[in-house]
C-alpha cells in the first residue's frame, strides 16, 4: 500500500502527503537520503531503496525529485505504475510553474486530491490466513456482503477466493484474500499472497487450531510476507471453551481480536479491525518478528 508522498526541489519540500505515518523511522532523514538519491537520476528514471519494513520509489523529473513510500511488501511493479501517473499529473497541473521561479511562492496542496485518487486505484492486499473451518469465508462474506446473512454451514474454499471491499477506508480499496486453508492448500498459499500488506491470521479460539498456526501457517507466512503486518482473530467466542482473545493473542505471539463471524452485529467491529491495521492505530505485528519455537 502506498503510505506517503514527498516532492522536493533545490532541498525544499514543495509538497507532501502522509496518509498513514511512518513512526519506525526519522522520516524527514530518511526523505533528505531519498531525494538526495533521486536528484542524482536522468530524467524520468525510477529508482527504489529499502530500509526495513519500507520501501521508497523515486523519481527526477524537471529538476524535481517524487518520492512515494510504500509497504516493502507491496508491488514494487504497482508502484512503478503509480509514480509515473502521479508525476504526470503533477506535471500537467504545474509543469510552467517548474519552469520558472513560481514554485517558491506556489501553493502545492491542491495537488492532494489528484494523489489521493491515484492510491485509490492501487488496492490493499489482505491476506486471510488459516485452517479450513476457522471462518475465513464467514469473514470476507461479512465484510462484503452486508446485505446477505454470513453463512452458517462451512463450505471449504478451493484453494483461494478473493473480492474489492470499498468500506469508510479513503482513500484505500482493499482486495481480500481468503486463503484455503486444508494442509494440502498451505504450501501454494505463496503463489497467491505475495504482495501482501496485510495478513488476518484466522483461528477458531482452541487449542489445537493455534498450535497447527504456529506449526504450519507461519512457517510460510514468515518467509513468504516477513515485512507484512499481522492481527490475529480469535473467532467463534461463543463456543463453549473458547480461548479468550487475549490468551489467543499470548499463544500466537500476535495481538488477537474477538468475533463472532457468523453474526451479522460484528461487521462493524471486523470493519474496524481491518481500518485499524490498515492506518496503524491498533496493536499489530510484523510477521517476520513473530517468535516461532
Not at 217 to 230: C, D, F, G, S
Not at 267 to 286: C, S, T
Request: charged share 25%; net charge negative; with cysteine.
Amino acid at each position: 500500500m502506498i503510505r506517503e508522498i514527498h516532492v522536493y526541489r533545490d532541498g525544499d519540500l514543495l509538497f507532501s502527503d502522509v496518509i498513514v505515518p511512518n513512526h519506525d523511522l526519522d522520516t524527514k532523514a530518511v526523505m533528505m537520503l531519498v531525494a538526495s538519491s533521486a536528484k542524482k537520476l536522468p530524467e524520468w528514471k525510477i529508482d527504489s531503496m529499502e530500509i526495513e519494513r519500507f520501501r521508497y520509489v523515486y523519481m527526477n523529473s524537471h529538476d524535481t525529485q517524487f518520492i512515494i513510500t510504500t509497504d516493502r511488501q507491496a508491488s514494487v511493479q504497482k508502484a512503478t505504475e503509480a509514480l509515473m501517473q502521479m508525476v504526470s499529473k503533477f506535471m500537467t497541473a504545474f509543469e510552467r510553474v517548474l519552469e520558472s521561479d513560481d514554485w517558491k511562492t506556489t501553493d502545492f496542496s491542491p495537488f492532494t486530491a489528484g494523489f489521493r485518487s491515484i492510491v485509490s486505484r492501487v488496492p490493499v492486499k489482505v491476506c486471510l490466513a488459516g485452517h479450513g473451518g476457522t471462518g475465513k469465508t464467514t469473514l470476507l462474506e461479512l465484510a462484503t456482503l452486508p446485505s446477505q446473512a454470513p453463512p452458517q454451514e462451512y463450505v471449504p474454499t478451493f484453494f483461494g477466493d478473493k473480492a474489492l471491499l470499498k468500506a469508510d477506508f479513503g482513500p484505500y480499496v482493499f482486495s481480500i484474500f481468503d486463503l484455503g486453508g486444508q494442509d494440502r492448500f498451505v504450501q501454494e498459499w505463496g503463489k497467491i499472497i505475495r504482495a501482501g500488506s496485510i495478513v488476518v491470521i484466522v483461528t477458531d479460539s482452541t487449542r489445537e487450531n493455534i498450535a497447527w498456526t504456529r506449526r504450519v501457517a507461519y512457517p510460510v507466512l514468515k518467509n513468504e510476507l516477513p515485512y507484512a503486518r499481522a492481527i490475529a482473530i480469535a473467532n467463534k467466542q461463543d463456543l463453549p471453551g473458547a480461548l479468550s482473545p487475549e490468551e489467543v493473542g499470548k499463544r500466537l505471539g500476535v495481538p488477537a481480536y474477538g468475533m463472532q463471524a457468523n453474526r451479522r452485529e460484528f461487521r462493524d467491529r471486523w470493519l474496524q479491525l481491518l481500518k485499524g491495521v490498515a492506518f496503524e492505530e491498533i496493536d499489530f505485528k510484523v510477521v517476520g518478528e513473530i517468535e516461532v519455537e
